[in-house]
């Protein structure tokens, strides 16, 4: 009863504040997510970046640990979205992104912070830090089948990755007006990205919910089976695997909804669109399996 107890402690929470968003969206169509997204990607996100790594008790060997992981779960979820694209015969450059990119950010980040505490909540960052990463490079240039510097330069998350390194390189303590300042940014991005994930649910549209659902089921299920599968390989163990298992099953990031809408040709838009609805409607009933899962056997 008490495990019962702590998942719905966990999950509530961030449910709770999807569905305010997706009210908001139903209520209001015209509703302007333009400053949460702004907000988020040049203030908050590098904040929570900062703040999540250098002061919830994270080392350098931790984080390179895990963005290595990140970076070998990425690459299976990668190989596995693309074999099941050429099978529905769909387009497997500019399709792929929300296949092997998930939403660990705005999911997984708040369910990994209720699920383990602030302890959870850095390694948590430190795995959604390579998927910021990723987006503004591979899932650029598979959008657009080009990389752009320029676009990685002015990239806002990418400099929160780099000044967090450099404190945990040189062991530097966080200032305390530095911390605090941080911290409020980062549980303010952490609500406004959930609220903006439930009124992104009113927008997107599905396409065929045929295909939709098979590469959401794909995203949501093999996700967490292939975290499974690094975590007993590597024999890891602990709140950290937990993290890890949490983060893998998570459904595919919006993100790749909206970097696709700037480079991508509107069918690979309308498909990526269905994918991000289907795998976060699903994610509804395998996450809670999930995270079950983890605090019964990887707390």
């Known amino acids: 009863m008490e495990l019962y107890l ?4 966990v999950l509530f929470p961030v449910f709770f504040i999807i569905g305010i968003g997706y009210y908001i969206g139903k209520k ?21 970046i900062f703040y999540t ?7 350098l060997e931790i984080f390179i640990e895990y963005f290595i992981y990140a970076v070998i779960i990425l690459g299976a979820f990668a190989i596995v979205g693309f074999l099941f694209l050429l099978f529905l015969k769909k387009d497997p450059i500019t399709e792929l992104p929300p296949m092997f990119l998930p939403n660990t950010g705005n999911m997984g980040v708040p369910i990994c912070l209720f699920a383990y505490g602030t302890a959870g909540l850095g390694v948590a960052s430190a795995i ?16 657009s089948k080009k990389f752009s510097l320029t676009i990685l330069i002015k990239n806002g998350p990418i ?12 062991k530097w303590d966080v200032p305390g007006y530095l911390e605090n300042t941080t911290f409020l940014l980062t549980y303010t991005t952490i609500f406004l990205v959930l609220m903006s994930l439930g009124v992104a649910l009113t927008r997107l549209k599905v396409v ?14 093999l996700g967490p089976l292939i975290g499974f599968a690094l975590i007993n390989f590597l024999n890891l163990s602990g709140f950290m695997a937990g993290v890890l298992l949490i983060q893998s ?11 696709g809408s700037m480079y991508s040709s509107k069918r690979a838009v309308d498909n990526i669109a269905s994918v991000i609805v289907s795998s976060t409607l699903m994610s509804f009933i395998t996450i809670p399996v999930v995270v079950y899962l983890a605090l019964k056997f990887f707390n």
Request: proline share 4%; glycine share 8%.
């Open 208 to 221: 065929s919910w045929t295909h939709a659902a098979i590469l959401g089921a794909v995203r949501v299920i």
């Open 159 to 170: 400099y929160g990755i780099i000044v967090s390194i450099f404190f945990l390189y040189f």
């Open 6 to 9: 702590k998942l719905i402690d």
């Open 53 to 59: 790594i250098t002061t919830t008790g994270v080392t």
């Open 28 to 48: 209001d169509p015209k509703f302007n997510t333009k400053f949460i997204t702004n907000f988020a990607g040049t203030i908050g996100t590098p904040a929570m």
């Open 249 to 259: 099953a998570m459904p595919s990031a919006v993100l790749t909804y909206l970097v």
């Open 128 to 143: 959604a830090s390579v998927i910021i990463l990723f987006h503004f490079t591979i899932g650029i240039f598979l959008a």
